[in-house]
């Protein structure tokens, strides 16, 4: 450094950005504190809340089969096929699918649709509203869930939207949404490939 | 020893390894001597037993009034 400062002591401003913890070693040379401000390309938001682009669709869809895949081998009766795979490619295309990235890791996806599931087209009206749903993670017990729909509602304030509905399972999901400060619609027997089964509209307002 | 260069005339890819300890992608060798050269001041540290740098400071600076350190890294056993 002592060299350094030799070859550069025609200039009268020598500047370095550092680390706290080093700021005394460069005090002894004559330096002083001050503010800088840095850009580092190679450094990814450690939280990020966007549409996935085209190149990411496969990993959006990968994260649901993943689940799927678990969900069966613990026998948990929820998600009993996978979403198609033509459904999500055309949300992917009318720019409905989301990902959450940590670190510019995929850790979860949603959709936020402005088209609704036939048995609720009576219940949802507004055309300010969206529709939630594939609420999915790619990793367990991390608040993740939470973390998506936190995101997601500020997005769509960020755009515009005043409400969000989404279907569940009465019982546990319906509490988990209750929590996260959706109240319940209605409930009524909804009708799948695979057969049929209680569902539970829930809504949010939104405020800008 | 230690004995000092100001430049880079004579260095090669070899004798520069070890360095950007922590880093999460660590530069290579050759990119490291790229940015050796690219710099418009170094100081190197050279080990004369074994020939090898053992620390380095680079400086760039737009050749008037300012000039910016950018990197000063010794290798750990120095």
Redesign the interface.
Known sequence: MRRMLDQLRAYPCVDLTCDSHLQPFYERFGMTHSVGMVLRRYMKPAVEFRRLQADEEDAGYQVILDTVAWLRSRRINQWHTPLPREDYAGRQKRGENFGLFLEGMLAAIVSLRADVPDDWTGDISSPNTRYLSTLTTAFHGRQLGKLTIEHALRWLADHGHTAVYLDCAPGFLEQYYSSLGFTRVRQQLRHYSWGSCECVLMKIEIAK | MIH?L?NTTNITSEQLHGFFVGW??PSSSEEHLSLLRGSN?V?LAMDDDSGRVVGF?T?I?DG???????Q?EVLPAW
């Open positions: 000092y100001d999460r992608n001041h100081v400071i400086a600076t008037v009034q300012a000039a910016f350190i950018p000063l």
